[in-house]
């Protein structure tokens, strides 16, 4: 059965620093997402990506954010300059044309000393 | 802005009783429902969904009712399992929008043999 991937399952990093978490969709979808969960709390939207640009972006996807899906499977998000609070798990999530239900990745845990 | 709701934390049940989980919205123009499951360190797993159009879904030991007038929807698991035992999202959309899912804050199910 296709599913989402997403390494690393676990990126530790300095306050500061970039980084790139990368998502592998279930390859027909055309619709992408990405979410966060901090610990404890709701799972967040971020943002949403067709046709290779963003089609809505959250509050919390503020510059330091962007996305890219730089060929034909890979889709990043991409912090610039990560602060204590961007520490949460990421959750790439795809969907096929007309369908509402959205599978989601394993995540990524983000963690920003 | 919490529109979508899931009043409680945590519910408890007895193997082979019914489990019951309850979310409330606030926003009118969701069409669309969603019920994931998530295990620890885990991304959710889609369960069942319902469209607007439709009062209940069912789909084996799971069935989702939706009650558009007091913007109420829940999820039915019948007989339970202890292998349900997990966080349960409610999740909303609209179709006019991107496709984003605002997610409820979850409940803990525990199923004890």
């Known amino acids: 059965e296709p599913e989402v991937t997403q390494t690393p399952s676990h990126q530790v990093t300095q306050m500061g620093q970039e980084v790139i978490l990368r998502c592998v969709p279930i390859?027909?979808?055309?619709?992408f997402y990405w979410y966060r969960q901090i610990l404890g709390q709701k799972v967040e939207f971020l943002v949403s990506?067709?046709?290779?640009?963003?089609?809505?972006k959250s509050e919390i996807f503020d510059d330091q954010f962007s996305v890219e899906r730089p060929d034909g499977s890979n889709f990043t998000l991409k912090i610039r300059s990560t602060k204590l609070e961007d520490s949460a798990m990421y959750f790439c999530?795809?969907?096929?044309?007309?369908?509402?239900?959205?599978?989601f990745g394993p995540g990524t845990r983000l963690t920003v000393l | 802005d919490q529109q979508v709701k899931q009043n409680s934390p945590s519910l408890s049940v007895q193997e082979g009783r019914i489990s019951i989980l309850n979310c409330d919205y606030t926003n009118s123009m969701f069409d669309y429902f969603l019920w994931y499951k998530k295990y620890p360190a885990e991304g959710p797993t889609f369960l069942i969904s319902?469209?607007?159009?439709?009062d209940k879904n069912e789909d084996g030991r799971f069935t989702v009712f939706l009650n558009k007038s007091a913007k109420h929807l829940s999820l039915h698991i019948v007989p339970s399992q202890p292998g349900d035992s997990a966080v349960y999202f409610c999740a909303a959309t609209a179709s006019s929008n991107t496709g984003k899912l605002i997610f409820g804050q979850g409940t803990t199910l525990q199923v004890k043999p």
């Open positions: 999530a795809s969907n096929g044309l007309g369908y509402n239900e959205q599978f």
């Open positions: 990506f067709y046709n290779n640009e963003i089609s809505e």
């Open positions: 319902i469209s607007s159009i439709k």
């Open positions: 390859s027909n979808h055309l619709y």
